[in-house]
């Protein structure tokens, strides 16, 4: 009897090792696995130990009309010619392309998982229609998945899915939190603080993801301009420009900033940071909470959907309203004094992202779901 046949399309190869990575590895042991993404790097999987070769298709994260149809028309192809049995798209061009060309090529399962809308910060016609789009994504979708409760909830009031038409699996995220990767770790603590010449005893709040003003970066930068002695870490690739704007943003503590670009070793930074801080304006579920929170971090982030589900207001960190340096610095400022408060949110913190975000858990689920689905629509 012949496996089954999954792809996984995404529009970035970050993106599969951020979310996809341990979903594959498993997944080969019961499926003929392909992958595709819009990278060069067709063999970047093998070199992380996982035997499934990358397909390049330009996907692109902006609306670039022509590129798209060409890669849907690229898709379809491809659908066509390997006969899928389920396809699984994440990130947002990856869906509505994928969704498109599996319909037409007749893949019975295609599954698509938001994590989070753009549309959301936006007014006008670029939020109608970007809305527009992730709902054709649904219904051109056979399931939809949402990587949060809140953020389900919220595609369903906004009428973007219909409320018995997307799920959460396990108790959301896409990927879950690795627990052997993302832990404390003594001897990367003392190693990063040495090569940003910061002492052992200084409080580091960290950021960790894409440079972006929707992330609330500019808000960080003017908070933490109020938050005498600590130190500041920026880790993440530059995607606007920012890097200037936050020093200027940040003023006389901008001697306090540390930037690091991409990097592979999230963990590091983690263990070597005491708060994570993420003022997000939209977000699908805020991975990097947990992932720090396994590390023993405590968290300041937004109160809006997503980041709702990863931090539990005064217990594991600290929500604040999004747009709002003062309060972020009132926060910041609370947890920069007190030792005691960040060892004991983040113990918590730590104990929560173990308990309800295994990333064992959420492969298995994920593969679950793929069974169930496949079995279901023979």
């Known amino acids: 009897m012949s496996r089954p046949r999954l792809c996984y399309v995404v529009s970035s190869e970050i993106t599969v090792k951020a979310f996809l990575l341990e979903h594959i590895r498993a997944a080969v042991a019961g499926y003929d696995v392909s992958v595709v993404a819009n990278t060069p790097d067709t063999s970047a999987l093998r070199a992380l130990g996982v035997?499934?070769?990358?397909?390049p298709v330009a996907i692109e994260r902006r609306i670039a009309p022509l590129a798209d149809l060409a890669a849907l028309w690229a898709l379809y192809r491809y659908f066509r010619r390997e006969r899928f049995d389920l396809v699984h798209s994440v990130t947002p061009k990856a869906g509505l392309l994928a969704a498109l060309a599996g319909a037409l090529a007749g893949v019975r399962v295609r599954l698509h998982t938001f994590t989070g809308q753009v549309w959301a910060t936006r007014a006008g016609f670029g939020r109608w229609l970007l809305k527009r789009i992730d709902a054709f994504t649904g219904a051109a979708c056979t399931?939809?998945?949402?990587?949060?409760?809140?953020?389900?909830?919220?595609?369903?009031?906004?009428?973007?899915?219909?409320?018995?038409?997307?799920?959460?699996?396990?108790q959301?995220?896409?990927?879950?939190?690795?627990?052997g990767r993302f832990k404390p770790d003594a001897a990367a603590r003392a190693r990063i603080r040495v090569e940003w010449g910061v002492a052992p005893d200084a409080v580091v709040f960290l950021y960790l993801g894409r440079l972006t003003v929707?992330?609330?970066?500019?808000?960080?930068a003017r908070a933490f301009a109020g938050v005498p002695g600590a130190v500041l870490a920026m880790v993440g690739p530059d995607e606007e420009g920012l890097t200037e704007r936050?020093?200027?943003?940040?003023?006389?503590?901008?001697?306090?900033?540390?930037?690091?670009?991409?990097?592979?070793?999230?963990?590091a930074y983690m263990a070597a940071a005491d708060v994570f801080v993420l003022p997000s304006y939209r977000e699908g579920f805020g991975s990097t909470v947990i992932?720090?929170?396994?590390?023993?971090?405590?968290?300041?982030?937004?109160?809006?959907?997503?980041?709702?589900?990863?931090?539990?207001?005064?217990?594991?960190?600290?929500?604040?309203?999004?747009?709002?340096?003062?309060?972020?610095?009132?926060?910041m400022r609370e947890l920069a004094a007190d030792a005691s408060l960040r060892l004991r949110l983040g113990a918590a913190a730590r104990e929560r992202a173990l308990r309800d975000f295994s990333q064992v858990t959420l492969t298995r689920a994920t593969l679950a779901y793929y069974e169930l689905n496949l079995a279901r629509s023979r």
């Open 51 to 55: 035997p499934v070769d990358i397909t």
């Open 143 to 170: 399931h939809v998945l949402a990587d949060s409760g809140s953020q389900r909830e919220f595609l369903v009031m906004e009428g973007v899915v219909a409320a018995d038409g997307i799920e959460v699996l396990a």
């Open 214 to 220: 929707d992330k609330g970066l500019l808000d960080l």
């Open 291 to 331: 992932e720090a929170a396994a590390c023993g971090l405590p968290a300041i982030a937004s109160r809006i959907y997503g980041l709702t589900d990863a931090v539990v207001d005064g217990a594991t960190g600290f929500l604040v309203p999004p747009r709002d340096p003062a309060a972020l610095a009132q926060r």
């Open 246 to 267: 936050i020093r200027a943003a940040c003023a006389g503590a901008a001697g306090r900033l540390r930037f690091v670009g991409y990097t592979g070793e999230p963990q």
């Open 172 to 179: 959301g995220s896409v990927n879950g939190v690795d627990a």
